[in-house]
């Protein structure tokens, strides 16, 4: 009987943001709750981050704790999910190796996230080697754990399809069903697949300084919330609004549920209630971002409770980083094992290789 091990993570380039919790974290927990898996891995990928950080890799050193804090802060368990850092688990970089052999360069060229990044990132003609194969780094981090299920955001997708063609490739090569092929799990939610920034960008993105950060203080939260993108043409509250590309109904499709209604603003029964008053005009912006404002520190309190228990603990958080990279890098030993047995490369292994030549050169 086949196992569901789940496999997801992020890099630490910074702390995480709300960008992050409906993509991703949120159903994390959720699944984490259901115990419908077997096993479940959360990568700090800190190798990764560091394609395209070279040049400050104290950023990273940084961010590790912080990344790790909001995963503890967010409800991640580590007696049910094993959590590790990518860099401290070496088996991933020699799978990396491997791998290499069986893509192209024209097709990490055609991967829509990499040329995506590249563009954002500015690289032009000067892009680091290691981010332009982190795609093939991705596949190893996903086939090291045998991962069958990857939680992910929309943009990552061509990623998941690219350690699938390389499972096949793989597995086709050495003619044996070593690697197992992952399947990308979206948000249901389809507004999380991509949360906008604040300033109505099409992604909330650190680099850009238009996130919610999970760690924010309630003034903080409350100054963004209330200087929000929302509808440019409405001026005055009697105005009719548009709802599309406005940040303020965009969060509150991915956040709030009837009962936050009931709670605070109960003149309304639902969310389509409210959005067909602002459409007609007659509903200003400030009323809907003070109810955006509740919705949201309702959600970010526990989890900022937490995370002050959590700090006053940080031993025992690198503890836990540390647990979890031990038993991750027993599991991907195994697999790395098997990759070698299959690639016929296991030479002080393989006996009868040994018996072989010790009966060739015999005499």
Same mark, same amino acid.
């Given at each position: #009987? *086949?196992?569901?091990?789940?496999?997801?993570?992020?890099?630490?380039?910074?702390?995480?943001?709300?960008?992050?919790?409906?993509?991703?974290?949120?159903?994390?927990?959720?699944?984490?709750?259901?115990?419908?898996?077997?096993? #479940?891995?959360?990568?700090? !990928?800190?190798?990764?981050?560091? +394609?395209?950080? !070279?040049?400050?890799?104290?950023?990273?050193?940084?961010?590790?704790?912080?990344?790790?804090?909001?995963?503890?802060?967010?409800?991640?368990?580590?007696?049910?999910?094993?959590?590790?850092?990518?860099?401290?688990?070496?088996?991933?970089?020699?799978?990396?190796?491997?791998?290499?052999?069986?893509?192209?360069?024209?097709?990490?060229?055609?991967?829509? +996230?990499?040329?995506?990044?590249?563009?954002?990132?500015?690289?032009?003609?000067?892009?680091?080697?290691?981010?332009?194969? /982190?795609?093939?780094?991705?596949?190893?981090?996903?086939?090291?754990?045998?991962?069958n299920i990857v939680p992910v955001g929309e943009d990552q997708l061509p990623m998941i399809e690219?350690?699938?063609?390389?499972?096949?490739?793989?597995?086709?090569?050495?003619?044996?069903?070593?690697?197992?092929?992952?399947?990308?799990?979206?948000?249901?939610?389809?507004?999380?697949?991509?949360?906008? @920034?604040?300033?109505?960008?099409?992604?909330?993105?650190?680099?850009?300084?238009?996130?919610?950060?999970?760690?924010?203080?309630?003034?903080?939260?409350?100054?963004?919330?209330?200087? #929000?993108?929302?509808?440019?043409?409405?001026?005055?509250?009697?105005?009719?609004?548009?709802?599309? @590309?406005?940040?303020?109904?965009? /969060?509150?499709?991915?956040?709030?549920?009837?009962?936050?209604?009931?709670?605070?603003?109960?003149?309304?029964?639902?969310?389509?209630?409210?959005?067909?008053?602002?459409?007609?005009?007659?509903? @200003?912006?400030?009323?809907?971002?003070?109810?955006?404002?509740?919705?949201?520190?309702?959600?970010?309190?526990?989890?900022?409770?937490?995370?002050? #228990? /959590?700090?006053?603990?940080?031993?025992?958080?690198?503890?836990?980083?540390?647990?979890?990279?031990?038993?991750?890098?027993?599991?991907? *030993?195994?697999?790395?094992?098997?990759?070698?047995?299959?690639?016929?490369?296991? /030479?002080?292994?393989d006996k009868e290789l040994i018996k072989s030549h010790i009966e060739k050169y015999k005499n």
């Amino acid at each position: #009987m *086949s196992k569901n091990i789940i496999l997801t993570g992020d890099r630490p380039t910074g702390k995480l943001h709300l960008g992050h919790y409906v993509g991703s974290l949120r159903e994390r927990v959720k699944i984490q709750e259901s115990n419908n898996y077997d096993e #479940m891995y959360i990568m700090i !990928a800190d190798a990764q981050a560091l +394609t395209d950080n !070279a040049d400050n890799p104290n950023k990273i050193r940084e961010n590790i704790i912080e990344v790790a804090l909001d995963y503890l802060s967010v409800g991640l368990n580590p007696d049910k999910v094993t959590i590790f850092i990518q860099s401290q688990v070496p088996e991933l970089t020699e799978l990396t190796f491997f791998y290499m052999n069986l893509v192209t360069v024209s097709r990490l060229e055609r991967n829509p +996230t990499v040329k995506s990044e590249i563009k954002l990132r500015d690289f032009n003609t000067s892009i680091p080697v290691g981010f332009m194969t /982190y795609p093939i780094s991705q596949a190893a981090d996903i086939t090291a754990f045998k991962a069958n299920i990857v939680p992910v955001g929309e943009d990552q997708l061509p990623m998941i399809e690219q350690t699938r063609e390389i499972v096949r490739s793989f597995n086709n090569t050495y003619k044996k069903e070593v690697l197992v092929e992952p399947k990308a799990v979206l948000p249901d939610n389809e507004v999380c697949l991509r949360l906008p @920034g604040t300033d109505g960008k099409a992604k909330m993105s650190k680099s850009l300084g238009n996130c919610i950060y999970l760690s924010d203080k309630t003034e903080d939260v409350k100054k963004k919330v209330m200087s #929000m993108y929302t509808d440019p043409d409405h001026i005055k509250i009697d105005d009719p609004g548009k709802i599309e @590309g406005n940040c303020v109904f965009t /969060y509150l499709d991915a956040f709030c549920t009837d009962e936050h209604f009931t709670k605070y603003l109960s003149e309304y029964k639902n969310l389509d209630e409210l959005k067909a008053h602002y459409q007609k005009g007659g509903l @200003g912006d400030v009323k809907i971002k003070k109810f955006l404002f509740n919705v949201i520190e309702e959600v970010l309190n526990p989890i900022r409770e937490n995370r002050k #228990m /959590y700090e006053n603990k940080i031993e025992e958080v690198y503890n836990i980083l540390e647990e979890g990279c031990i038993k991750a890098k027993e599991k991907a *030993s195994t697999t790395l094992k098997e990759v070698k047995e299959a690639m016929r490369i296991n /030479y002080f292994e393989d006996k009868e290789l040994i018996k072989s030549h010790i009966e060739k050169y015999k005499n």
